[in-house]
């Protein structure tokens, strides 16, 4: 396949809820009209930032195929299938129409904090299975394992495994996958923040909290840094600075939320455990929405 489709910006696509909790069709459509008409690259549905954990299998359906039928510009879709129960994935993944799914990108097992040779073979299994590429998603900070350099590298090897999302905040990690690994394995950075470093090292891009609210400014800085404008990709790195911890203060996806809300896109509302974001934070990040305009 052309994995060139997975090289730039990837929005991590927030799921909007209305009052009483149900999924915000109207909501998802401004969204997916605001990201797209900004530039992002690829579109990835029912990730961490989508509320993957408190979403019923069947919801993750609709919205797969409410985002499919309104991908007005025929963007690849990565698709979110993940968990810390293998068996369950795979079962997920017989039961997933795949026909208009580029990838899936799939978290690493939470919880149950496997070994680096459990981690592998569950990936290999989801692979073997999976009618479409494996994106790998590391993010120890979530999962309370990392997937090492070591294993990274050794997963690239497997035909249908194409490339990883790094959120584990270690460069050296990060720099010894892009060393090691084949020259067409994606390197994805899963820190917004993180993102034009990683682009120095061999990232191809990233995949995006910060795209649903601000998908130009961030898509811009992703641009310049691939094409070697490391100048001016830290314009727009610095001007992402501030209002990008409030996304993470609350529990993402609290944050990005309620920056959409008074961008006047969708609703802020999130599902328990997770609360709205508070009036302190609803502050900020109004102040910090007002310095970026």
Known sequence: MEISKFHGTGVALVTPFNRDLTIDWEGLTNLLEHTISNGVDYLVAMGTTGESATTTFQEKMQVLEF??????????????????????????????????????LSVSPYYNKPTQPGLIEHYRSLADTSPVPV?????????SSNITADTTIELAQHPNIIGVKEASGNLDQCIKIAKYT??????????????????SIGACGAISVLANALPKIFSQ???????????????YLNRIYDINPLMYIESNPVGVKQALQQLGICKNYVRNPLLPASQELQKEITSRLKKLN
Do not use: C, H, W
Request: proline residues 5%.
């Open 67 to 104: 985002v499919t039928k309104n991908n007005n510009s025929n963007k690849p879709i990565v698709f979110g299938l993940g968990g810390n129960n293998t068996q369950s994935i795979l079962e997920s993944i017989k039961n997933t129409d795949f026909g208009a799914v580029d990838a899936i």
């Open 135 to 143: 994106i790998i998603y590391n993010v120890p900070g979530r999962t």
């Open 182 to 199: 084949p020259d067409d394995f994606l390197l994805i950075s899963g820190d917004d923040l993180l993102t034009v470093p990683l682009i």
């Open 221 to 235: 800085m992703v641009s310049l840094a691939l094409n070697g404008n490391y100048v001016e990709s830290r314009k």
